[in-house]
């Protein structure tokens, strides 16, 4: 799983993930790429293509650069090399527009900073998921100014002017507000564009007051409603974030495996409702709901304010994107989801995150997974698994590798338990019967050490395939031995038991000395099996009750092969559990089966023809190996008509009327 970039820090996740029925992913960098371009920008006119010409005069370019540069984290950095890719450090937003100042603006955010170190600063408010935006306060002369970024129509409605491109500012009404949503930002997001908002507020204070129009009062930095406020729009920029190419097939494939796939993001709602239809979340026409965070609290709750599981019932399965969403939003929805009842069987939640913020949901999901590249130290250490890609398809490959093993455990079952039914009931039989077993001591310990061993290899080693993607998820409660496998495991025992008792009933004629112990039901039997015929394998033995002259037999070292022989050839009917047709489907996509199959069956050869006294074995004719193949191979045709007998119940029409 590592190398598909699938760090597990909790094994039970592993399997848990091949359960998973919902994924509630992020979009920044999960689903999308993760590398921000500024494609649009407004200046209070018109919509401009990024890149390209920009109307602006001098002292509006230099005042929006500025707010750019200095509002943003000084760690935030564009290496712009021309021999090699633009490189972001930092905020990936932030350096979208740090990009835009630099290329399209043509100017040096670096001197910019350099002029305003971070130690000049009189107030800084950090973005975080509930404010959403951030603001940066700068000593002037006569007073502060304040620079504020953040959600367009969050930064845009604490705005009362705008300033346009010629450096005209015009208030910002109520009618106007509505027509920028409208034309400017819906229309960028729209075109699954994240909108940002830029904005700016000079303070004028005399004498430690400050001027907030007709009422004076002390500054207080600690208010920030008070001191973000009444601020003048600079512009409203639109940046891209590629969906990755290889996330609508992924997305395709966790639907088609009967997983569903929902959005949890903070961007506008017409951006994730944008990026949802190209990932293919959502399609049109269907009736799935795409709800904002406020909008989804209100549905959910009661008249108290509580959060009503009844009602969060009649949302979430429906739900496919849930926007402007805060962590607690998150979480809301991850517990709504495992605690329904809505449906048949329990809900197994996955859940990204990479947020400190998002670390109670990573908690409460089955199966949380952290973005290794941007999560947050304490995001990864809540987490069962560590994207270490930060990519969407590599949470499907963990699904993928879920249900492997739960199949992998459910292969190995099926080979090991017929096995041991073929072996126990011969046994059990001819001890019976004859009051010896042709399975000796050592025969059985090489059954069991080497061939189990070998075959639980060859079995557990197979690779996650694409088929695993085509079957509904399993539940947290299937049987890991189904009726399908119950069906091969009885159906292969009889086989193989019904193939080894005849070989030890018929296999030769001779003379027998029954003793008094068996003189009633073992005289009939072996009376009965003795005289259907004549010798069938030319096996000359001279065979008593619990006890065969000539030791090691040949008739005994013909039954112990055919019994390893058919355990091989039964080992490539195991890789099949849901009833498929062609038990050599992909049978060379894991190397090492066919190798240690051959492995089995050449120290087969080894131990029957030089094991000698060891294993209690004799060489065998080629007639004889003959035999075995021919028994090795009617396995595999004795599979496809136990394929025959049904496994699930049929509804009876007429029971029904």
């Given amino acids: ?323 402007r969403s805060t962590p607690k939003d998150k979480f809301t929805l991850v517990e709504g989801i495992i605690n329904s009842k809505a449906t048949k069987h329990r809900e197994v939640v996955a859940v990204t995150g990479d947020g400190t913020n998002d670390a109670p949901a990573l908690k409460k999901a089955d199966v949380g997974f952290a973005m290794g590249i941007a999560g947050t130290d304490v995001a990864k250490e809540a987490s069962d698994i560590i994207l270490t890609d930060d990519n969407f398809i590599s949470i499907v490959k963990a699904c993928m590798w879920g249900r492997n093993i739960f199949d992998n455990v459910s292969k190995f079952l099926q080979f090991q338990l017929t096995v041991n039914v073929a072996a126990l009931s011969v046994s059990i039989i001819s001890a019976c019967v004859l009051g010896d077993t042709p399975l000796k001591a050592v025969p059985m310990l090489w059954i069991n050490m080497i061939q189990d061993t070998l075959g639980s290899l060859a079995l557990a080693t197979e690779p996650p395939g694409d088929a695993l993607l085509k079957r509904k998820p399993y539940g947290r409660k299937k049987q890991i031995i189904s009726t399908t496998i119950a069906r091969n495991i009885l159906g292969q025992g009889i086989y193989q038991t019904v193939v080894l008792l005849s070989l030890l009933f018929l296999g030769q004629s001779g003379s027998f000395n029954s003793s008094v112990l068996f003189e009633s039901l073992v005289e009939v039997l072996l009376l009965f099996f003795s005289c259907l015929g004549p010798k069938y394998f030319e096996i000359h033995e001279i065979r008593q009750i619990g006890h065969v002259a000539g030791d090691p037999s040949v008739l005994y070292t013909l039954i112990f092969n055919a019994l390893v022989v058919m355990t091989s050839f039964n080992l490539i009917n195991a890789r099949c559990i849901h009833n498929e047709a062609n038990v050599f489907t992909g049978i060379f996509r894991n190397i090492y089966f066919p190798v240690l199959w051959t492995l089995m069956m050449v120290t087969q050869v080894l131990v029957v023809e030089f094991g000698g006294y060891a294993f209690s074995t004799t060489p065998l004719s080629v007639e004889q190996w003959g035999i075995s193949l021919f028994f090795g191979v009617g396995s595999l045709l004795w599979y496809h008509v136990l394929r025959l007998i049904p496994t699930k119940r049929r509804k009876m029409p007429f029971l029904e009327m």
């Fill in 1 to 323: 799983m590592m190398q598909d970039h699938n760090l597990v820090r909790h094994l039970f996740a592993c399997e848990t993930m091949g359960c998973a029925t919902t994924i509630c992913s992020d979009k920044t960098g999960t689903l999308t790429t993760n590398r921000m371009t500024v494609t649009a920008a407004w200046f209070g006119r018109d919509i401009h293509i990024i890149p390209g010409h920009l109307p602006l005069d001098e002292v509006t370019k230099e005042l929006v650069c500025t707010a750019i540069a200095v509002n943003s984290s000084y760690s935030s950095d564009v290496i712009i090399t021309p021999s090699a890719p633009l490189e972001q450090r930092g905020n990936k937003t932030e350096c979208a527009l740090l990009h835009f100042v630099q290329s399209s603006a043509n100017m040096d955010y670096h001197s910019i900073r350099q002029a305003n170190p971070e130690d000049s600063f009189a107030k800084v408010y950090t973005f975080n998921s509930s404010r959403k935006s951030m603001s940066t306060v700068l000593r002037i002369a006569g007073g502060y100014r304040v620079f504020c970024k953040g959600a367009a129509e969050i930064v845009l409605a604490k705005c009362s002017s705008v300033l346009d491109e010629s450096g005209t500012t015009y208030p910002l009404t109520a009618e106007r507000f509505d027509v920028i949503s409208q034309k400017v930002i819906s229309s960028m997001a729209s075109d699954g564009l994240r909108t940002l908002c830029v904005a700016y507020r000079d303070i004028n204070t005399s004498n430690g007051r400050q001027d907030f129009g007709d009422n004076a009062q002390t500054i207080d930095f600690e208010n920030e409603n008070s001191v973000v406020s009444g601020l003048t729009c600079l512009g409203i920029f639109g940046v891209e974030d590629p969906v990755r190419p290889e996330v609508p097939k992924a997305i395709r494939r966790c639907q088609g495996a009967g997983v569903t796939v929902r959005m949890v993001t903070g961007d506008n709602v017409e951006t994730a409702r944008s990026i949802a239809r190209k990932c293919g979340i959502i399609r049109d026409g269907d009736e799935s709901l795409v709800l904002e965070g406020k909008e989804f609290n209100r549905l959910i709750t009661d008249e108290l304010g509580n959060i009503s599981q009844m009602k969060l019932d009649k949302i979430w399965p429906s739900l496919r994107v849930l926007a």
